[in-house]
């Protein structure tokens, strides 16, 4: 059972990324399928989550507009697209995932199921 996360890198101000977060071992149209970040000297914070089962996304009011999540049930692979990205979205990304119901979105991350190792992303002004 593992969670893969990549697609991290070095972008302009204003630039894009695709994360991509796979799982191999289980099936993850069952899960909610969250993406955190964290940044040097702060907390890590949920971003966006997806549980495609249930057809909910959440995303955190600093990425809304910017940042779309999605499901590829095929690929057993979560992307999170991010556009207009600015220099504050610098953070190391992680993706974990939790099996049924999410009382609170964003769930909490120590309460995930299955942890990804993070991917950086870094922003340059």
């Known amino acids: 059972v593992q969670l893969q996360a990549s697609g991290g890198g070095l972008v302009q101000n204003g630039g894009s990324l695709r994360l991509s977060c796979a799982a191999s071992?289980?099936?993850?149209?069952?899960?909610?399928v969250g993406w955190f970040r964290q940044a040097p000297g702060k907390e890590r914070e949920g971003v966006s989550c997806i549980k495609s089962s249930a057809g909910i996304t959440y995303y955190a009011d600093s990425v809304k507009g910017r940042f779309t999540i999605s499901s590829d049930n095929a690929k057993n692979t979560v992307y999170l697209q991010m556009n207009s990205l600015k220099p504050e979205d610098t953070a190391v990304y992680y993706c974990?995932?939790?099996?049924?119901?999410?009382?609170?979105?964003?769930?909490?991350?120590?309460?995930?199921?299955?942890w990804g190792k993070g991917t950086q992303v870094t922003v340059s002004s």
């Open positions: 071992g289980f099936t993850l149209n069952y899960y909610a």
């Open positions: 974990a995932a939790v099996l049924g119901a999410v009382a609170k979105y964003p769930p909490n991350y120590y309460g995930m199921d299955y």
